[in-house]
């Protein structure tokens, strides 16, 4: 029992644990993993501001008319006029936006216009690149530099080209805006320093277009072709990586945050909560540990005295006397096996009388049964004008009567030469009716006519034969043979009852030799009526467990029996 309460404590002190873990630990690891998901997705939106900023400046200049009309005339007239023109045009439409450095347009046969705005080397370098010459030879109708930096005068600048195809007529131009992205560059690296270890702009093939400071193990993690599109977290084994969606140049920017970043303003609070909880736990285990012991040893004492009793000892009392609930259980205990013991015996003295009167319950059913179609008959004769018949009959049935009377109400056996003189009587009102066409045979040596079998057994299995298996369906007419066999062996009486009729039908013998489906199937008011009774009745006096009915076909229907011999 001390085990018991050792586990007890134990199982105690693990839930105590993972609780706390689940409720307490999970949480924090909720609120920080929540809280860096926010960052991260403030940083693409400032992303998202800046791009959607260089989505408007390309369509505010492709869409001004007057440069349309200017590019459209240089080509009918080339020459200087024009192309200053239209330089001059460029500077005006960026003049406002403080971070559109220059604007350049690349046209049809070589011609370039640009914005008077100075261009550095490394812009230059944009004209030349393979996301510039992608979009020049029209692969794709929008496109982005990396961002790139340039240092002057101990300035350092962060820049990003974008790149646009659009068509004047026929005649195809690539327009690439320089952009100012030192505000954007420099927010982003202030997120990422105050609540990640670094971050990193890419496209969805990998392709890096900005990064700063630690980014783990994106490299890796893009060798198992993971993509980003469609989530905003992942827990990978080296840290956390959070994701936020730029739309419009389908970009990710994905932070890292290894774990004693994520957790260690946290890690000490949990460790000292969670010892103090352990502690607290493990000292209540100790102190509980007497009062336990005194609470389970009785209960433990009663549960041994209850196993007896379902081992079959009725005579097992409990002696736990004390005046608490567990005396009071005892008590009450002791009373029920009192009780248990005197419903028995009552049980035990009823349950055979009561079976008896079930039994005979049921042969009363077939009585009324047969006494229904013997007054069908008597009908029949009265109709037909024949006293003489319908007084032989009624005699017959009177036998038959008195032959039931004549056995006490509580017997459920009855001779077989007496079941015998009850079908020769049903006999004779049945050849009656008849005229002697049907054939009964009775093969049972005299030395078990005083044997005692089920009561009213024998009759309702040769009526069964009769209506239902020597009969014509088309035109009523009755012809045939039926047998009555018995033989007796050392265990038991064999009872074959058989006739040479049409047999049962394969479905019927399906339900008839299945007792779970028999009586609900079969068991309806004037059909077969006999053969569920029979059923019935054999089960309630050799148990439901012996299966000692079996009904086939063998060039007639047979029901044959085996009755243990008591």
């Known amino acids: 029992m001390i085990k018991r309460i050792l586990l007890v404590g134990i199982i105690c002190l693990g839930l105590t644990v993972l609780l706390y873990y689940q409720f307490y630990w999970n949480n924090l690891k909720h609120t920080a993993v929540n809280n860096s998901i926010s960052t991260n ?32 005339m ?52 944009q004209l030349s690149s393979d996301n510039y010459q992608e979009v020049h030879d029209q692969k794709h109708t929008v496109g982005y530099s990396p961002i790139y930096s340039v240092i002057t005068n101990a300035t350092t600048y ?31 690296c202030n997120l990422t320093a105050t609540s990640f270890d670094g971050c990193v702009l890419s496209n969805y093939q990998q ?21 980003y599109k469609d989530v905003n977290y992942l827990e990978y084994k080296d840290g956390y990586y959070f994701s936020g969606n730029i739309a419009t140049p389908k970009w990710n920017i ?14 000490e609070q949990f460790i000292i909560s969670l010892v103090l909880c352990v502690l607290m736990t493990v000292f209540l285990i100790i102190a509980l540990i007497p009062v336990l012991y005194c609470i389970i040893q009785p209960v433990n004492d009663l549960n041994l005295t209850m196993q007896e009793v379902v081992k079959g000892n009725l005579n097992c009392y ?29 049980i035990l003295r009823y349950q055979e009388k009561e079976q008896k009167m079930i039994y005979n319950l049921l042969i009363a059913q077939i009585d009324t049964h047969f006494i229904y179609n013997t007054m069908s008959i008597i009908n029949s004769f009265a109709r037909q004008g024949k006293t003489q018949e319908i007084i032989t009959a009624n005699s017959a049935l009177i036998k038959i009567m008195q ?31 008849y005229e002697n066409e049907v054939e009964l045979l009775w093969d049972i040596p005299k030395t078990l006519y005083k044997e005692n079998i089920p009561k009213n057994l024998i009759q309702p299995i040769v009526e069964n034969c009769l209506f239902h298996g020597l009969v014509d369906e088309e035109t009523g007419v009755m012809m045939g043979t039926i047998t009555v066999l018995m033989r007796k062996t050392d265990n038991y009486l064999q009872l074959r009852i058989s006739d040479n009729g049409c047999g049962f039908p394969s479905e019927l013998l399906l339900f008839l030799n299945n007792p779970g489906e028999f009586t609900e199937k079969l068991n309806e008011r004037g059909k077969h009526i006999g053969l569920a009774n029979i059923r019935q009745r054999l089960s309630y006096i050799y148990g439901k467990d012996q299966n000692v009915i079996s009904i086939y076909n063998d060039h007639g229907a047979v029901v044959e029996m085996h009755l243990p011999i008591a």
Request: hydrophobic residues 35%; glycine residues 4%.
């Open 41 to 72: 997705l403030e940083i693409a939106n400032q992303i998202n501001a800046n791009i959607e900023n260089l989505t408007d400046t390309s369509q505010y200049i492709v869409n001004s008319a007057d440069l349309m009309n200017k590019l459209s």
């Open 403 to 433: 032959n039931c009377l004549r056995v006490k109400t509580i017997d459920v056996t009855d001779t077989v030469e007496q079941e015998m003189d009850v079908v020769k009587q049903y006999w004779i009102i049945e050849n009656m009716r």
């Open 158 to 188: 962060y820049l990003l080209t974008y790149y646009y195809n659009f068509n004047i007529g026929s005649r195809n131009f690539t327009m690439t805006i320089f952009f100012n992205a030192t505000s954007m560059v420099s927010s982003i």
């Open 74 to 125: 240089y080509y009918r007239e080339p020459g200087d006029y024009y192309s200053n023109d239209i330089n001059l045009m460029l500077s005006g439409l960026i003049s406002s936006m403080h971070n559109i450095r220059a604007v350049y347009i690349d046209g049809p046969d070589d011609m370039q216009f640009h914005s008077l705005d100075s261009l550095w080397p490394e812009d230059i370098e």
């Open 207 to 227: 392709d890096v277009f900005f990064q700063t400071g630690d980014v783990g193990s994106q490299e890796e993690i893009a060798k198992e072709n993971y993509t």
């Open 254 to 267: 994905v932070s890292y945050m290894n774990r004693s970043t994520l957790f260690g303003t946290f890690l």
């Open 318 to 346: 409990s002696s736990i006397q004390t005046d608490d609930e567990i005396g009071d259980l005892s008590n009450v205990y002791n009373k029920m096996i009192d009780s248990l013991n005197r419903h028995i015996e009552t």
